[in-house]
C-alpha cells in the first residue's frame, strides 16, 4: 500500500517533492529550522550527515523513546 504524507512545513522549500527514499539521503539541513551552522554541529557530534543519519542515531531514538514513554504516563 503507497503512503503518502505532506511534509512540506517539515521541510525547506527545495526538499518539498523529493521522495522518501531520497529524503533518507538529503542533508540535515533540508529539515526546517536546522540551520548550516546546526548541521555542522550534528555532524561534528554524532558524524551525523543525513536526515537518514540523524533518524537512525542511537542517541536521538534513545530520546524519542523515553520522551514518548513519560508521555504516555502523563
Given at each position: 500500500m503507497p503512503v503518502s504524507a505532506d511534509l512540506d512545513k517539515l521541510l525547506d522549500k527545495e526538499y518539498e517533492n523529493t521522495d522518501l527514499?531520497?529524503?533518507?539521503?538529503?542533508?540535515?539541513?533540508?529539515?526546517a529550522g536546522i540551520s548550516d551552522s546546526d548541521a555542522e554541529a550534528l555532524k561534528k557530534a554524532f558524524n551525523v550527515k543525513t536526515i537518514g543519519d540523524l533518524g537512525h542515531n542511537k542517541y536521538i531514538q534513545a530520546a524519542t523513546a523515553i520522551t514518548r514513554l513519560a508521555d504516555a504516563t502523563k
Open positions: 527514499k531520497g529524503l533518507m539521503n538529503a542533508p540535515v539541513e533540508a529539515i
